[in-house]
């Protein structure tokens, strides 16, 4: 069980578990819930990405849509990766967005600027983390998939205590990883968690996340037909990509952002 998840979810409000869900659908790279707004996560469907994974079908298929948010929300901890997906997918569909200072700006580049002189590390793959290294005095990339020059999963227990500035793929929220990696943060160090499946949730602060790189859906209909054929984050223009701070002065410069009226 995450302790991360089981505080975020805390702080659904009660009233929301009782809204229809609608857009129920898992795709390649994407899987989608709607209650108040359409929610998204990565889907997790690698075995060298979640090693718990069992090979069950996915409970009540067909009909997940009818079982309501509070059911979807307790598959959080499922042995079965599509359904932690539509998990996440729900909790990002739910989570109040008011009442926060969220910037515009590219999350891996806010780690390049943290980054200057300091020690490296990104957890996952990313695109365009040439910058990063251009400017870090050192830069790995931590990764259960590894590449040529990557490092294995298993050597962040030497990397991340070391890192000045780590930036974490929000799938780590999906995979039992999370707070393990964040336990090693170095005191001072800064760590960013990226992605769409990253919950935009105070309660990340209070484990030693400093900036979440998330994102909300503006335009519901272009994302999940986008999602439906294929489509990776990239690809989502209605996907809008935000800076949620835990602390706004980290931000200086940076330009204000509200959410729509119409997903709050």
């Known amino acids: 069980m995450s302790l991360i998840l089981e505080s975020v979810k805390a702080t659904i409000p009660g009233e929301y578990y009782d809204l229809p869900l609608q857009k129920v659908a898992t795709f390649a790279f994407i899987t989608t819930v709607k209650s108040k707004r359409l929610g998204t996560s990565m889907t997790l469907s690698d075995d060298r990405v979640f090693e718990y994974k069992v090979h069950l079908s996915v409970s009540h298929m067909g009909e997940v849509q009818t079982l309501g948010l509070e059911k979807l929300l307790t598959w959080s901890d499922s042995l079965q990766g599509i359904e932690r997906s539509f998990a996440i997918a729900a909790i990002n569909s739910a989570l109040p967005l008011d009442g926060k ?20 590390a990104v957890v996952g793959h990313f695109p365009h983390t040439d910058k990063i290294r251009e400017v870090a005095s050192a830069f790995h990339i931590i990764e259960k998939r590894p590449q040529d020059g990557d490092l294995h999963a298993g050597d962040a227990v030497k990397i991340i205590p070391q890192a ?28 960013i968690v990226v992605g769409p499946s990253v919950p935009m949730s105070s309660v990340l602060f209070d484990f030693g996340v ?55």
């Open 164 to 191: 000045d500035v780590v930036a974490m793929t929000g799938v780590t929220c999906l995979n039992d990883t999370m707070e393990g990696l964040l336990a090693l943060k170095k005191p001072g160090a800064k760590i």
């Open 210 to 264: 400093d900036v979440i790189g998330g994102a909300w859906i503006e335009d519901e209909e272009e994302v999940y037909a986008k999602a439906s054929q294929g489509g990776a984050p990239r690809h989502l223009n209605g996907m809008r990509s935000v800076l949620y701070p835990k602390d706004p002065e980290m931000l200086e410069g940076y330009d204000e952002i509200f959410p729509p009226r119409h997903i709050i």
């Open 101 to 120: 200072k969220y910037y515009t700006g590219n999350a891996l580049e806010l780690a390049a600027r943290l980054g200057v002189g300091k020690r490296v």
